[in-house]
């Protein structure tokens, strides 16, 4: 669920986004289906730029911890 759900939250940083879900049949060996509704734009761009804000961000976070270490 940790995943999917970083995914669904990202989703909705999209201002043309009109729904964002996941369902899992069971937890630990289904896989997730995803429902995106777009006001405008295409659905599938709209999770490649997330995944992609997703990749950004925990790049950040990795630099940021390394600076910890």
């Known amino acids: 669920h940790t995943f999917c759900h970083l995914l669904r939250k990202e989703l909705w940083e999209n201002?043309?986004?009109?729904?964002?879900?996941?369902?899992?049949?069971?937890?630990?060996?289904?896989?997730?289906?995803?429902?995106?509704?777009?006001?405008?734009?295409?659905?599938?761009?709209?999770v490649q730029e997330a995944l992609s804000s997703l990749k950004k961000q925990s790049k950040e976070l990795r630099a940021q911890l390394s600076k910890l270490a």
């Open 15 to 46: 201002e043309d986004l009109a729904a964002a879900s996941y369902h899992l049949k069971h937890p630990l060996i289904a896989k997730p289906n995803f429902i995106v509704k777009m006001k405008s734009g295409k659905p599938r761009k709209a």
